[in-house]
């Protein structure tokens, strides 16, 4: 017998009446089934906890026998259960009901100490999938400007043709009579009572007849899926993004891990990276540096131009607000420009004249002061 069954309305958690039959339960059963699967909800633990509810809800009522003393039990509880100890649904027309009591009602559980945490609906421990990790380069400007792409991951999900169950579709699966679905069973030591995990169906609470043909029961299989990522503007390379609940599934109706998708992002030809700001050099001629000039400068929307004053020193860095990355939250980084004074390793014959007349005119005075 199982102790579950008086908290739980399968019925309701099947959306069908108490007198549906097998046909209308299992109608039922394949639309919620399909609405609440973990394939068509990942990451959301609430649909998986409900699928999971749904799974049981029709383990048990798609049995005929399960069925027959479900809803014996249900006649003395009454529907949707106790609600409590002496609570007002089910015939105990609000009276203090003794446990010992229930146990005459419902036929014994097998030992009062059987009883011990009685209500709580504890299950052979539901666990988290492990977190998977993987590498993803991008460029440059798709840092930057954020883009959506998809990732081919390998690893363990959630068995397309078992939905998780176990269960080669069509299949009955049984709760296990040892532990009664529970997955742990009570063992008493004079006035207390250990929980341990159960040795016949192994914490799963269930019993699967004929193992799904893909996963062999696990209710995982190792799959390569494609898992689509949406990258932030303004990552940066060694970044991890989290992709909550797509990592591998969980046992017994706990939550999927996580997938890990750490970054790279290859190097520009054009910028060089500080945090949010861009930096880029740009060469300009001696006479530019000395007279002045306005340069055209490349961003990663489109050019600007850049002043640079007369008596520019080579090294100069100016600064183009709001050019840099615009991280998706945050403040937008600048864009750094430094002006490099280039020195031609050649010059014309013109140019040469120039200079040499340049340099006759430039005073001991100047000279020294460059020095
Ligand atoms: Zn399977
Ligand atoms: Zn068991």
Known sequence: MNRDWIEKDFYKTLDVSDEAS????????????????????????????????ISEAYATLSNAEQRKE?????RVAGPGGFQGFGGQPGGFGGQQVRVEDIQDLLGGFGGAGDLFGFGSGSRGGPSRGSDLQTDLTISF??????????????????????????????????????????????????????????SQCRGAGQLIETPCSTCRGSGSENKTREVKLKIPAG???????????????GANGGPSGDLLVRLRVTTSRTFGRKGNDLTLTIPITYTEAT????????????????????????????RVRGKGIAPERGRSGDLLVTVQVAVPNKVSRAEKKLLEELAALESDEIRDHLR
């Not at 479900?70 to 249900?74: L, V």
């Not at 990552?235 to 599934?249: F, H, I, N, W």
């Open 22 to 53: 097998t046909e209308e339960i299992k109608k039922s059963y394949r639309k919620l089934a399909q609405k609440h699967h973990p394939d068509a909800n990942a990451g959301d633990a609430k649909a998986e906890e409900k699928f999971k509810e």
């Open 70 to 74: 479900y809803d014996q039990i249900r």
């Open 141 to 198: 400007d798709d840092a930057a400007h954020g883009t959506t792409t998809t990732i081919k991951v390998r690893g363990a999900t959630t068995c397309s043709r078992c939905g998780g169950v176990g269960a080669e579709p069509g299949t009955s699966v049984t709760t296990c009579p040892t532990c009664g679905g529970r997955g742990v069973v009570a063992q008493n030591q004079g006035f207390f009572s250990f929980s341990q995990p159960c």
């Open 291 to 318: 007279l002045g000039t306005k340069i055209d400068v490349p961003t990663l929307n489109g050019g600007v131009k850049v002043k640079v004053p007369a008596g520019t020193p080579s090294g100069k860095t100016f």
């Open 235 to 249: 990552v940066s390379d060694g970044s991890t993004l989290r992709l909550r609940g797509k990592g591998g599934p």
